[in-house]
């Protein structure tokens, strides 16, 4: 049996972001009703014109500060009548704000049936560790790090840091607490998410940190040998994880897991050689994209490696190729004249 099927209200915290918005299209499309939290009224406006055409399954909710205990509580009391599930997703995942959102959904959600958490890779792997790593390993080395150096620490070991301990703040919530509740927990862990933009941006200066390092890859300078030749991580299609999300709604046995998304590794080269390999180029305003160290990826070692079999096995998720997300960046950009 089916978490939920389309007719049923979906939450969707933090609405405007890169991921969120295209979890919101995807759930519209599927036939769904949504409810999208924002942090002002004027983010959401753009939401209500780009959604426009769905206007009767389409709401923004304000919420000011989701780290604020009972921020969610009012907007979950609204919807006890509804058949919701409730998917939340967050960029940068405090523990206070993870607790302070479970904390809503013990007290008022009672028709909730699942919460979809997007968490990170960043709190799967460890840097330095050569393995294939899977749903078991936790970032500790990201965490202990912080603590030892504590402002010192490098800010990507931050961001690590922070990912590990708002997921696992997550989990401690819900397995001291799901005796008593009604609903069941399912996190999603995504790598470097690549590919189209559809929230509001006015320029690549406005790009998230994963898709603007893609843009300054594949439309920059940066000869940089190491860089393109060694460096890199694994990815996965921003329409993939709007899509891991629907499905880990909908399969009953994505309740309780922990489950990894990702398409594969990368070093930074194959996205060079991939986006000068398109023809028609689908950016035709740079006819001189960096040529870098061509075919370099074949032969490089794998930056990092998932198990996704988990993924496969409850999911059935399928990922876009680098082909495919490499065309539609670019072609989404050159749509933005950049």
């Known amino acids: 049996m089916p978490t939920v099927t389309p007719g049923d209200k979906i939450l969707v915290s933090g609405a405007n972001g890169y991921i969120a918005i295209w979890v919101v299209r995807r759930f519209l499309e599927k036939g769904y009703a949504v409810r999208g939290t924002v942090r002002s009224a004027d983010k959401g406006k753009y939401l209500e014109e780009y959604f426009k055409s769905y206007s009767d399954k389409f709401e923004i909710v304000v919420v000011q500060d989701i780290t604020k205990e009972g921020a969610f509580d009012e ?6 009548r509804l058949r919701s599930t409730w998917m939340l997703q967050l960029y940068k995942p405090a523990v206070n704000g993870t607790v302070s959102i479970l904390k809503s959904a013990q007290k008022n959600g009672s028709n909730v049936k699942r919460v979809v958490m997007t968490s990170s890779a960043a709190s799967v792997l460890e840097i330095g560790v050569d393995k294939i790593f899977t749903e078991a390993n936790w970032n500790e ?14 800010g990507m070991t931050k961001y690590r840091a922070s ?37 509001e941006l006015e ?22 040998e190491t860089f393109l030749k060694v460096q ?35 070093v930074w080269q194959d996205w060079l050689d991939v986006a000068r390999s398109l023809s028609p180029s689908p950016i035709p305003s740079h006819p001189d994209l960096p040529v870098g160290f061509p075919g370099a990826g074949a032969t490089a070692k794998p930056p990092v490696r998932y198990d996704t079999s988990k993924a496969q ?3 059935g998720l399928k990922y876009r190729t680098k082909v495919e997300v490499t065309r539609d960046t670019l072609a989404d950009f050159e749509r933005r004249g950049w």
């Open 75 to 80: 907007m979950l009391l609204h919807t006890q």
């Open 141 to 154: 080395l990201a965490v202990r790090e912080v603590k030892e150096q504590g402002d010192a620490a490098h």
């Open 163 to 199: 990912k590990t301990l708002a997921e696992k703040a997550a989990w401690e919530f819900y397995n001291t607490n799901k005796a008593n509740l009604k609903w069941d927990l399912s996190i999603l862990n995504p790598p470097f998410v690549f590919g189209p933009a559809i929230h």
């Open 203 to 224: 320029s690549p200066d406005a790009l998230n940190t994963s898709l603007r390092q893609w843009y300054d890859a594949v439309l920059g300078n940066n000869q940089n």
């Open 232 to 266: 890199g991580s694994a990815y996965i299609d921003v329409r993939d994880v709007a899509e891991a999300h629907t499905l880990a709604l909908e399969k009953e046995a994505a309740g309780g897991e922990r489950i990894i998304i990702s398409a594969g590794s990368y």
């Open 313 to 315: 096995r409850i999911l």
